[in-house]
């Protein structure tokens, strides 16, 4: 089974942005959310994500709403506690009309300056009542200027208590960029992803939360292939071997979009250490011209690794999952 653990619904119908741009415009809008049909939902989706699913030979994506719309930047905890929760339950009815294909991640209502107590209740509604198996906890809500504490930090704390509680990991993500430094996908993901490794180093978070769960997108930013850098600084920390400070918690996905990448993550980063993902229909949607083949069809990069062995490619494409997100069973009808 190939377990693809990073997609966003980046193909909803246009109705939710249109709620969205209301919602933002303080137009009123409607409080149930916007209309949306099952037949819309499946539109948007058999000509994309399950297309390619069934093209590339994906079995199932774990599935949240579209990173660059959580924008927790935009207005107040209330309007992103009412955007979180229109989202979720979009997420949730994706997820129920094609239970096999698609299992939850929700967005949390996070907001600039606000602690992360106010996602507890959504977290918990999501994981709870809607079968959600993971959240995306956005680093700095600021939207690029990095206001909020280290991840670190115990002003983070009550939501990581919830998700020990709750046995859900998070993935570390950022939404979008409202510093025009820093290009949404190409620089502020990227940094994102290795300002939380290097800021997971400097403390001591899993000596606290020993059973919390951490994946970093996106091959994990710059972090595998500046490990000496990383292990050095450890090191002169005085912190323990990265491999025991970091990697019972921490695991990276395989979002890098070309074959050397991969390669150097396999060899790089223990394979218990990886989950297969793509983020397809995502930030980079074209061919490659020196392959021919969609720079996101990252499943090709693994199955052409010539380290790893067959066992080692399944635990990346399913076992390493099962594992990370446990609340996650292979729906059976
Ligand atoms: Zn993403």
């Known amino acids: 089974m190939i377990v693809d653990c990073h997609g966003h619904y980046t193909t909803a119908p246009q109705a939710l942005w249109d709620w969205r741009k209301a919602q933002v415009g303080n137009k009123a809008p409607d409080p149930g959310g916007p209309k949306i049909s099952d037949d819309e939902i499946r539109e948007s989706l058999e000509a994309n994500q399950l297309k390619l699913q069934r093209q590339r030979g994906s079995d199932v994506t774990f599935f949240s709403p579209r990173a660059g719309s959580m924008e927790h930047h935009v207005g107040d905890a209330a309007i992103s ?78 939501v990581y208590e919830k998700m020990v509680e709750l046995d859900v990991p998070a993935m570390v993500h950022v939404s979008s960029s409202c510093n025009p430094a820093f290009h949404f996908t190409g620089a502020h993901y990227i940094n994102a992803d290795t300002t939380a490794f290097m800021q997971l180093i400097q403390g001591d978070l899993f000596k606290d939360f020993p059973k919390l769960r951490l994946v970093i997108p996106h091959g994990g930013g710059a972090v595998p292939y500046h490990w000496g850098r990383y292990r050095g600084l450890a090191q002169d920390m005085k912190k323990p071997l990265l491999k025991d400070h970091l990697l019972g918690n921490v695991f990276f996905d395989t979002c890098v979009y070309h074959q050397p990448g ?49 066992s080692k490619k399944r635990q990346i494409f399913e076992g390493n999952a099962r594992r990370v997100y446990p609340r996650w069973k292979p729906a059976t009808s």
């Not at 218990?272 to 996101?296: C, H, K, W």
């Open 81 to 158: 506690a009412a955007w979180s929760r229109v989202q979720n339950d979009l997420i949730h009815r994706v997820c129920s009309l094609y239970p096999k294909n698609f299992a939850a991640v929700c967005q949390l209502p996070q907001s600039p300056g606000v602690g992360p107590q106010n996602c507890v209740a959504e977290l918990e509604r999501c994981v709870k009542e809607l079968g959600f198996v993971g959240c995306n906890l956005n680093p700095d809500p600021s939207g690029g200027w990095w206001k909020e504490p280290p991840l670190t930090d115990k002003w983070w704390y009550p």
């Open 262 to 310: 991969i390669d150097l993550l396999l060899k790089v980063i223990p394979a218990e250490n990886i989950l297969f993902a793509s983020e397809m229909v995502g930030a980079v949607r074209g061919i490659d011209p020196e392959t021919g083949q969609y720079y996101d069809d990252t499943k090709r990069y693994i199955e052409n690794n010539k380290e790893l062995d067959a």
